[in-house]
């Protein structure tokens, strides 16, 4: 008898596939559907933080590739509204890759999207997670400032972290050497 298969479980394959090509071709690890933040090797979370031009092109290719848009070489043609979404999506990647960073300096607490794949990450992006609130993690009580963000207004402690993120990308790459 036929191997009976699991739709989405291929179909997810498939993508993480080609989601992850030019990652696997810069890092020397193994991607997947399942990949998470929290799966991520330091070295490989260190050089993808920093930003610039070839990190956004690795989570350009990330995105284009779980929206079936191709590589991240075909990002300059696509139609306006295609690109907008596609940074949206980079620069939301970019945060919660930082927040990663942050949690492993002891410096933010746990979150779910450290835990769920960065291809469920992006298929949620696109689908929910557009129209919630993108807070922060919140700040660990092992953070020198700790007491500070206590006190700070509900509202501004997303800026507060926010403003953390130079030094702790400083001090992760430190780190990780």
Known sequence: MGKVLDWNKERRSLLAKRAYRSWSEKFSEKFGPDTSLSDLSDKTLAFLIQGGDESNRILQDLV????????????????????????????????????????????????THFHMSMVEMVEEFFTRLTVLPQQPPPLSSHHPQFDAYCKTFEADRGPFIRRLIPEAIKLFNEKTG
């Open 64 to 111: 284009m590739g779980v929206k079936g848009l191709g590589s991240s070489a075909k990002f300059n043609f696509l139609e306006n509204r295609y690109r907008m979404q596609i940074m949206d999506a980079v620069l939301y990647l970019l945060d919660q890759l930082r927040f990663q960073a942050m949690k492993r300096l002891h410096w933010v607490e746990d979150s």
